[in-house]
Structure formats: C-alpha cells, structure tokens
C-alpha cells in the first residue's frame, strides 16, 4: 500500500489555522479520502498531559529547553500512536503544527538556535518529514496585530488556562515570525507560504490549489 500523505499547518497564534483545517478535512472527505487529524501539542491522552503543563501560565517559568524537550515528547507519541500508523495505512494526516512550530517558537522565539531543534527532530521523530506545509503567515504587522487580538481574547476568557504563550510580547512574535520566513525560504518545495491580508475564503482557495497540486503528484508517483 503507498504512504499516505502528511499535511502539516503552521503558522502565528490567531493565524486562523484551525478554521482552514476543518475545511480542508471536509473538502478531501467529500473527494473520497480518509483523513485523521491531529494537534501539537496534544493529540493523544499522554500529550494532552503534556499539553496541559506547556501551556499552564503556572508552568512559568519554564526553561526553554524543558519547553522544548516537551514539545518533542508530545510530538514523539503523536508520531508512534497516530501519525506514522495512519500514514502507513495510506490516509491523509493533517497535522495542526509540526516541528517547524519548534523551530520558529523555540528555536527563533526563545533563541535556541534551529540546530539543536532539527538535531532532536532527527534522532527523537526519526527525521518525518511533511509531503506538505501550508503556512500562513502574513505580513509582520498583520501577523503581531492578530497574535495581539488573540491574547486580549484568551486572556478574557475563563475555563482551561491555557495563557503562557498568549503573555509572550511583540518581540518574541517578531523572531517566531522571522524564523518561519527562514524556514519557508529554505524549504521551498515542501513549505507553501500562504502571505498577505487574505480572508479566510481567499486563504482558503490557497490551500485548495496546493493540496490538489500535490495529491496530483502523489497519485502520479504511487
Ligand atoms: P494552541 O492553543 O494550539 O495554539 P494555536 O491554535 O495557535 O496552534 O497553542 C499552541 C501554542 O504552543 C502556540 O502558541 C505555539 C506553541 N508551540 C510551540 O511553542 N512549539 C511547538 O513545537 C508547538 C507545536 C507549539
């Protein structure tokens, strides 16, 4: 049976990946294929734990290597219970961030630097790599205007606090923002960067178009 395909969404807090995930599910169901979704962190039982502890603004200070050493953790056990049996059953796997989500937050945000984030990638994930990423990023501005409006509304609701990295300021965003340039310029064939003020249907016909273009590709080479 051929691998399925791996579909990884990245992007800024408030980047509206969540919406276009669901759509896109929808739209490759109604095309016939099988699709398991799939968020970092969380995403199984342990990593909704690790979730848990992550994103707990009583979890602060949290050092940045731990934080990153979690975030592999989380991602480990996505790996091995969902992402990697699913992919061998030849379906379609959408992954709300991936390891360029560490790269750019640990590795760009806390300045941990990319190797160590891509050292770890090879030996703990086995170096899995995305057929394809959808990031949407728009201009700085835009982006630190979002990640803001997000921030004021995470704050003011209650329940689950899930607020560490909601308190992180323009400056941290500003690196995060930063490296995911990084990232899409040096890997232009996986990464497609979705850019500019879109709305969501505009960014949306984006994804479309790239997602067919490479289920094209993999139907050729299966
Ligand atoms: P979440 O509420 O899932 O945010 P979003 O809906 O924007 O994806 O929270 C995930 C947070 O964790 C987000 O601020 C990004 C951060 N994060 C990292 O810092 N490193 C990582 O490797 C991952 C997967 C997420």
Known sequence: MPRGLFITLEGLDGSGKTTQIKR??????KHGHAVVQVRQPGGTATGDRIRA???????????PITEMALMFADRAQAIAEVIQPALDAGRIVLCDRFTDSTEAYQGGGREIGSAAVLDLHRLICGNLQPDLTLLLLPGLEVS????????????????????????????????VWQKYRA??????????????DLTIDEVYEQIVEAVSERLVTSEQSA
Do not use: C
Request: net charge neutral; aromatic share 6%.
């Open 24 to 29: 896109l599910a929808q739209w490759l169901e």
């Open 53 to 63: 502890i992550l994103l707990d603004s009583r979890s602060a200070p949290l050092a």
């Open 144 to 175: 630190l205007a979002r990640a803001r409006r997000r921030n004021e509304r995470v704050e003011a609701k209650s329940g689950a606090d899930e607020g560490r990295f909601e308190a992180e300021q323009d400056a941290f965003y500003r690196r």
């Open 183 to 196: 990232i899409a310029a040096r890997e232009p064939e996986r990464v497609v960067l979705i850019e500019g």
